[in-house]
């Protein structure tokens, strides 16, 4: 049998993909006859959900602005030598670890700017460092461990005063020891292809760009991020997230939300603004709450929200940018960021539910 008669014959067996557009199509055509007003009323949900975010939250709102900002910050720190100097501080520490002192780089850059900045920033700087793929994956995990903005941090400071914990313990275990203990960990078990680097054996990272272009460079491709990345894959989310809420399925998902926060001692109001929203919103909401909340709840509330949430960036955003930026696919990219989530949130609930009286 030639080739062309194979691909003939294939092409007369169904596939599944053929079998679930035949099915979508019957389902299409009974919806037609039977209730019109679905499909639109799906696209509309669909809208609805999606259209708040990118106008209120990205177009018109701080966070579009907050991501512009924080691609300028990252590219002048850049420039100015910021990231050969983090080298020089990790490369020791990495080397106790056995891994590539550049994988710490995103967390630092998510820390003090933005993770998608983080990613468009130091994802090039993993590769340029010869950082194998399961440490690019590491430093995708270990990045998700961090807040993404400044704000964030100072609103959790003052959430935590307003309840007497001890906010400096929080803090160096919330947020410094997952830059050191992620990447053991993950080194250790699944992602073991890691190797430390000698920084003499390191190419300098600070570009010689004119500080003018930095700077308008830097704008316009925080711009080229908000329009091109970050707003289509926080749209794609928020969209299915419309058509879940419009079949009655979302309800239900936000109910198991709600149970899992509250088993882990997070609150579920602020705990559920940082999965879904913004992490930056809801320590802003947890601050204004504190004082009438127990202690652990704010504990676990803080540390969830001080990470690489909501949805959108773990699902969207970064398997997008890193993609494009890394050797990683977004496959790969986006099962780090998942295992990421669920080890700030497994993190989250043990901090609240046995640390909590030595942190009081």
């Given at each position: 049998m030639t080739d062309m008669q194979e691909e003939i014959r294939s092409k007369k067996n169904l596939g599944g993909i053929e079998i679930l557009g035949l099915a979508l199509v019957g389902i299409s055509l009974v919806l037609l006859v039977v209730n019109p007003k679905s499909i639109a009323g799906l696209f509309n949900a669909m809208v609805d959900k999606t259209m708040p975010i990118v106008v209120k939250v990205y177009l018109t709102g701080s966070v579009g602005t907050a991501i512009l900002c924080s691609v300028m910050m990252g590219r002048i720190l850049e420039r100015c030598g910021f990231t050969d100097a983090l080298m020089h501080i990790f490369v020791p520490l990495a080397k106790i670890l056995g891994v590539n002192g550049a994988v710490i780089?995103?967390?630092?850059?998510?820390?003090?700017g933005d993770i998608n900045a983080a990613g468009r920033i130091a994802g090039p700087i993993l590769v340029k460092a010869g950082a194998t793929k399961d440490e690019q994956k590491i430093a995708i995990a270990t990045m998700v461990q961090s807040q993404q903005s400044f704000s964030t941090f100072m609103f959790g400071l003052v959430a935590l005063t307003a309840v007497g914990v001890k906010a400096y313990l929080v803090v160096?275990?919330?947020?410094?020891?997952?830059?050191?203990?992620?990447?053991?960990?993950?080194?250790?078990?699944?992602?073991?292809?890691?190797?430390?680097?000698?920084?003499d054996d390191l190419p300098r990272f600070t570009p010689t760009t004119d500080p003018l272009q930095t700077i308008f460079g830097a704008a316009k491709e925080g711009a080229s991020l908000l329009f091109l990345l970050i707003i289509p894959a926080a749209a794609a989310v928020f969209a299915l997230i419309g058509a879940l809420d419009f079949v009655g399925a979302w309800a239900y998902i936000e109910k198991g939300l709600t149970a899992m926060l509250t088993f882990l001692n997070i609150d579920p109001a602020t705990g559920t603004?940082?999965?879904?929203?913004?992490?930056?919103?809801?320590?802003?909401?947890?601050?204004?709450?504190?004082?009438?909340?127990?202690p652990n709840l704010v504990i676990g509330s803080f540390v969830l929200s001080a990470s690489g949430f909501p949805f959108s960036v773990i699902f969207g955003q970064i398997p997008t940018i890193w993609s494009e930026c890394t050797d990683l696919t977004e496959k790969e990219a986006m099962g780090a960021a998942v295992l990421g989530a669920v080890m700030r949130v497994i993190t989250?609930?043990?901090?609240?539910?046995?640390?909590?009286?030595?942190l009081v």
């Open positions: 780089i995103p967390s630092v850059y998510n820390i003090l160096l275990i919330a947020v410094f020891a997952p830059l050191v203990v992620v990447p053991w960990l993950l080194r250790l078990t699944l992602w073991r292809n890691t190797k430390s680097v000698p920084f603004v940082a999965l879904l929203a913004s992490p930056t919103l809801a320590m802003a909401q947890l601050k204004d709450v504190a004082a009438t909340l127990p989250a609930g043990a901090v609240a539910s046995l640390l909590t009286p030595l």
